[in-house]
T-cell receptor, first 115, second 114 residues
């Protein structure tokens, strides 16, 4: 199966700082990538759809100015959590889709802890 | 997307078959049935998907009811590494699994006893 990587795998930061998470599709070009967030003992929640070369599409209730998404190439999407606060502590997971295959490939996730 | 209903948890013994049910009574004619699983502290991984006919792959089998209002994921011989949360997700053929984000329900927490 296709491989999607994320970096870093975990990060601890102070409240008020910004954190950037990278998502890469390693063996195929992804015009669309997705960002999810998962709180402890809860299911994944779609945050936004990242489109190569255009603006991201955010789900209802997700602040676009707080969660900046950039999809500069067909293999890289980044999520920047700006002015992070403890309530932003979560497991962030990206995925990339191959439309013709009807499946998505998920990264291993990034665990963010904001102190 | 149409809603799915799964048991919160199931328990099985190692090396025995496991049948994970999913109800989707409001499924539309073009919805594909997808299964993903999430091992502890990892991102989800694709398991299998189908439309009408039963499907088999190296990981599992998918049995789809004739009226398509329910389906069952079958792990033929469970191992401890199969302990995970299993999600049953419907996606329309319009978008396919790769073009739209997925809506995850609570899934079924599968516990495997040695």
């Amino acid at each position: 199966g296709a491989v999607v990587s994320q970096h870093p795998s975990w990060v601890i930061c102070k409240s008020g700082t910004s954190v950037k998470i990278e998502c890469r599709s390693l063996d195929f070009q992804a015009t669309t990538m997705f960002w999810y967030r998962q709180f402890p003992k809860q299911s994944l929640m779609l945050m936004a759809t990242s489109n190569e070369g255009s603006k991201a599409t955010y789900e209802q209730g997700v602040e676009k100015d707080k969660f900046l998404i950039n999809h500069a190439s067909l293999t890289l999407s980044t999520l920047t959590v700006t002015s992070a606060h403890p309530e932003d502590s979560s497991f962030y997971i990206c995925s990339a889709g191959r439309p013709v295959q009807e499946t998505q490939y998920f990264g291993p996730g990034t665990r963010l802890l904001v102190l | 997307d149409a809603k799915t209903t799964q048991p919160n948890s199931m328990e099985s013994n190692e090396e025995e078959p496991v049948h994970l049910p999913c109800n989707h009574s409001t499924i539309s004619g073009t919805d594909y049935i997808h299964w993903y699983r999430q091992l502890p502290s990892q991102g989800p991984e694709y398991v299998i998907h189908g439309l009408t006919s039963n499907v088999n792959n190296r990981m599992a089998s998918l049995a789809i009811a004739e009226d398509r209002k329910s389906s069952t994921l079958i792990l033929h011989r469970a191992t401890l590494r199969d302990a995970a949360v299993y999600y049953c997700i419907l996606k329309g053929s319009r978008s396919g699994g790769g073009a739209d984000g997925l809506t995850f329900g609570k899934g079924t927490h599968l516990i495997i006893q040695p």
